[in-house]
C-alpha cells in the first residue's frame, strides 16, 4: 500500500528592493534571489529586463501591474503552492511603497505563503536620511491629489500634524504643489526637495516653502526628473495665547449649534484649551475678526 503523497512545501515570495537610479544600490542579495527564484513579477516586464540584462539575470519575468495584480494574483499563489519561488519587483525602488504589489502580498499572506522582504533602496527613506529633517517620526503620504482642491483638502489634513511629512510628486506639477503647501503650511515652514536622489544631478535643496517655491519657479531644471517633498513637522505657536487650528475647528462646529458661551465651554473640555482663550476666539469669530 502506497502512503499519501506529503504536500508539496510552498514557495517563499520575495519582495525585493531595486535601484531607484544607480544601479549599484542593488544588493548582493538581491542579485541572488532574483537569479534563483523561479519567476519575477515585475511592474514593467520590458523596464525590468534592462535592470536584468544589466545583471546577467535570465529568469523569466511576468506582469504584475496595478491593472492586473488582482486577477493575475491566482497565477503567482499558484506557482508558489506548487512549491516554486517568486520575486516581487516594481520599476524602481521597493515594492509597495507607491508601487503596485499589496494586494498579491495581501493574498500570499492569507494563503499561509512565506513572504520575505529584501529591502534597499526607497526614495523616501533615502531623501528622509540625508535632509536634516527630525527623523524621529514622519508621515509618508505618498502623491498628493493632481487637482488642486483636493491636493489642498489633503495638505489641511496635515497643517498642524507634528511629523515630517514626506510626499512624492511628478516634476510637471512640483511647481503647484509648493505653491499649494507655501499657502497651507506657511511660507515660514522649513522644506527640502530631493532630486534626482542617487543620480548625476542629484539635488537636497532645503529652504521655508516660500522661498524653496520661487527657487524652483526660477529654474526650470528644478522641474526635471523624479522629486520627493519633505516638509517639517508644525509646531505650536510660541506663547499661551496661541488656539490651535483644530481647537478652532471644534469651536466652529460648536458655536453652529450652540449658544457661545456654551460652544466655548464645551470646545474647552474637548480641546483642553482654556475656557477664556475659547470664548475670546468665540466672539472674535461672531465680530467676523
Ligand atoms: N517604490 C518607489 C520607492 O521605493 O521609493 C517609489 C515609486 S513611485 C511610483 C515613484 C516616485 O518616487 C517618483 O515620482 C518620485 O516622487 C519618487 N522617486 C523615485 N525615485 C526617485 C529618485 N531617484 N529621486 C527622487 N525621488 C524619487
Not at 95 to 117: C, E, N
Not at 156 to 167: H, K, P, S, V
Not at 255 to 261: D, G, I, N, R, V
Request: glycine share 8%.
Amino acid at each position: 500500500m502506497s502512503l499519501p503523497a506529503a504536500p508539496a512545501a510552498t514557495g517563499t515570495l520575495y519582495v525585493v528592493a531595486t535601484p531607484i537610479g544607480n544601479l549599484d544600490d542593488i544588493s548582493a542579495r538581491a542579485l541572488r534571489v532574483l537569479a534563483e527564484v523561479a519567476l519575477i513579477a515585475a511592474e514593467d516586464t520590458r523596464h525590468s529586463q534592462r535592470l536584468l540584462q544589466h545583471f546577467g539575470i535570465s529568469t523569466a519575468l511576468a506582469a504584475c501591474h496595478e491593472h492586473n495584480e488582482r486577477d493575475q494574483g491566482g497565477r503567482f499563489l499558484a506557482r508558489l503552492q506548487a512549491g516554486e519561488d517568486v520575486a516581487l519587483i516594481s520599476d524602481a525602488g521597493t515594492p509597495l511603497i507607491s508601487d503596485p504589489g499589496f494586494h498579491l502580498v495581501r493574498a500570499a499572506r492569507a494563503a499561509g505563503i512565506r513572504v520575505v522582504p529584501v529591502p534597499g533602496a526607497c526614495a523616501l527613506v533615502a531623501a528622509l536620511s540625508a535632509a536634516g529633517l527630525p527623523s524621529d517620526r514622519f508621515a509618508f503620504e505618498g502623491f498628493l491629489p493632481a487637482k488642486t482642491v483636493g491636493r489642498r483638502a489633503k495638505l489641511e489634513q496635515a497643517r498642524e500634524d507634528a511629523r515630517t511629512l514626506i510626499y512624492y510628486e511628478a516634476p510637471h506639477r512640483l511647481l503647484e504643489s509648493l505653491a499649494d503647501m507655501r499657502d497651507v503650511f506657511g511660507p515660514e515652514r522649513l522644506a527640502v526637495l530631493g532630486r534626482e536622489l542617487t543620480k548625476t544631478f542629484e539635488t537636497l535643496k532645503g529652504l521655508p516653502l516660500g522661498e524653496l517655491y520661487e527657487w524652483v519657479a526660477a529654474d526650470s531644471n528644478q522641474r526635471r526628473g523624479e522629486c520627493v517633498i519633505l516638509v517639517a513637522g508644525w509646531q505650536a505657536p510660541e506663547g499661551e495665547d496661541a488656539v490651535s487650528g483644530e481647537a478652532l475647528r471644534v469651536l466652529d462646529l460648536l458655536l453652529a449649534e450652540l449658544p457661545l458661551k456654551r460652544a466655548a465651554a464645551l470646545a474647552a473640555e474637548i480641546t483642553g484649551v482654556r475656557k477664556n482663550l475659547l470664548y475670546q476666539a468665540a466672539l472674535d469669530r461672531q465680530k467676523g475678526a
